[in-house]
């Protein structure tokens, strides 16, 4: 929400006052700003869809204790689900551009829904913890994209003076699906069977296409930026290679395996390859590692890649705590996670006003600090730690998570162009993403490997999970404080994007009956 108020606000220029004064002006714009019904019915149409795309990312934390026992394989394994699912969302993100540009909003609209919805499908009648892995990649390609696409659809309708205000009204699920998610998870698991959080996706997506195919009006800007697809196939198989073979590693217990070696190196080697891709493309590449000569966007990207890390790789140690060391059921460990989204929902209220203001750095800072202290009572746990101290803790935990988020999305943009903005909002979302996947990967190793040296699942007590626990978030307060370095980075106050000299827009296209929109409002949130 920050982010686009930020971006919106620095791309504004000043106005002339029209013929009449500067009073009918006034009038004139606060009419034009007025958020109309019609857009607010786009609004609608868009979050169906939305909402279903965020709860499946919080519904599945609860689940995977269950996942695991159902298709007996160990936590190093069914993590995957979790994994998988992160990596497809970071890959498609760059793809959302181009393929508005190319095929129209409403077809991408419907093409991401209707992937998601098989992909959804596939999972509840998944026979094995391999295909189940599989079908999540697959529901994560058609999820990815609807986020961004729902940013772009609507600024195509909003245009960039009422972005702010749009984006702050549909923002709301945004704070409310971390706290249900995990309890609505937990009551279908308890209540129901695995399949049902996967399978009650579908009457929804059923729903959202439907209203997308009667009211969501398509537009299409004629293609300008051409897909960068050797960009495209270079680092997609390089961070999946990485990610397994950190996995591998600590499944194998050693570096030195074959499973692990082959594919760091390979990973590693693509990574070189696209990093040298990236540097002397004449086109624009998916990540343009150019941007990295800003101290705002290096720090921003470091931020959101650990945060990344400490966010969803928390999230699959909590409940998995609560069950396997304190025996609670699904629907419990999701109450007890609660406390954070609560947390993350207050906290965004007074962050954003305080990021408008332009506390960028200490905000960021401050965050870290309170992330800190929320993770240090969760390295001490054992088997009867206080559930209110726990509880307290993941509140400042989401206080600090959500004080860190809204400066950095609004300070990414510090010592960029304009034309570079859609390009770094692409970027920070694909290292959070990628960072949430290579973070819940490792830390499920370590807790994996914790449990083995301490007799194995089968032998261990509840006193030595809950110690494998303890050291397992031990990673996660480390990887939160690596962050604090590169808050530093980040500007004292936030001040206007800079703007290269004006290029001529080109006009949207209307498509199916579509209202007119200027190609600058769909380029700068594409």
């Not at 095929?103 to 094995?128: D, I, P, Y």
């Not at 002397?280 to 650990?306: Q, V, Y």
Request: charged content about 15%.
């Amino acid at each position: 929400m920050a982010q686009t108020q930020a971006s919106t606000a620095s791309e504004r220029p000043d106005e002339p006052d029209e013929p009449g004064g500067p009073e009918p002006a006034k009038a004139k714009r606060a009419e034009s700003d007025r958020l109309d019904p019609a857009l607010l019915r786009l609004a609608g149409i868009i979050l169906v869809g939305t909402v279903v795309v965020q709860l499946d990312l919080t519904i599945i934390a609860v689940a995977i204790d269950t996942l695991g026992r159902s298709f007996g394989v160990g936590i190093s394994t069914i993590q995957w689900v979790s994994t998988g699912y992160m990596l497809a969302l970071a890959m498609v993100i760059p793809l959302t551009g181009w393929s508005v540009e190319r095929f129209g909003g409403k077809r991408m609209w419907m093409l991401s829904l209707a992937l998601f919805l098989v992909g959804s499908v596939l999972c509840g009648m998944a026979w094995s913890a391999g295909s189940l892995i599989a079908f999540r990649v697959l529901q994560g390609i058609g999820g990815g994209m609807l986020l961004p696409l729902m940013q772009t659809i609507l600024a195509q309708a909003a245009g960039p003076r009422r972005m702010g205000r749009l984006m702050a009204t549909v923002a709301v699920p945004a704070l409310v699906t971390p706290v249900l998610g995990p309890v609505i998870g937990g009551v279908i698991i308890d209540t129901l069977s695995w399949r049902w959080i996967f399978l009650i996706n579908v009457p929804v997506c059923l729903a959202a296409l439907l209203l997308a195919w009667r009211g969501l009006p398509d537009m299409r800007i004629p293609g300008r930026h051409p897909l960068d697809v050797r960009g495209l196939v270079l680092l997609s198989p390089a961070l999946a290679a990485v990610v397994y073979g950190f996995s591998a590693a600590g499944s194998r217990g050693s570096f030195t395996d074959l499973e692990a070696v082959v594919p760091l190196v390979a990973g590693a080697a693509l990574l070189v390859l696209f990093v040298a891709h990236a540097l002397t493309s004449e086109a624009e590449p998916i990540i343009d590692l150019r941007m990295f000569r800003s101290r705002s966007f290096t720090g921003s990207s470091g931020i959101m890649f650990l945060s990344g890390i400490a966010l969803f790789g928390a999230m699959f140690l909590l409940p998995l705590y609560e069950q396997q060391v304190r025996g609670r059921s699904a629907a419990e460990a999701g109450l007890l996670m609660a406390p954070q989204g609560i947390g993350m929902m207050i906290a965004m209220v007074v962050a954003g006003r305080l990021a408008d203001r332009g506390a960028v750095r200490p905000l960021a800072i401050t965050g870290l600090v309170l992330s800190v202290l929320g993770t240090a009572a969760y390295t001490q746990v054992g088997t009867g730690t206080s559930e209110w101290l726990l509880g307290a803790s993941l509140a400042l935990r989401g206080v600090g998570l959500a004080a860190v988020m809204i400066p950095v999305m609004s300070a990414v943009y510090h010592g960029l162009h304009q034309d570079e903005i859609p390009r770094a909002t692409s970027a920070v979302r694909i290292f959070q993403q990628v960072g949430g996947s290579l973070g819940t990967a490792v830390l499920a190793v370590v807790l994996a490997h914790g449990i083995a040296d301490r007799g194995g699942s089968a032998r261990v007590d509840a006193a030595g999970l809950a110690d494998a626990f303890g050291n397992t978030f031990w990673w996660t307060l480390a990887l939160t404080a690596a962050a604090v370095p590169c808050a530093f980075l980040l500007p004292g106050r936030r001040t206007a994007v800079p703007s290269r000299p004006a290029v001529p827009p080109q006009p949207a296209v209307p498509v199916q009956g579509s209202d007119p929109v200027s190609a600058d409002a769909a380029r700068r949130s594409s």
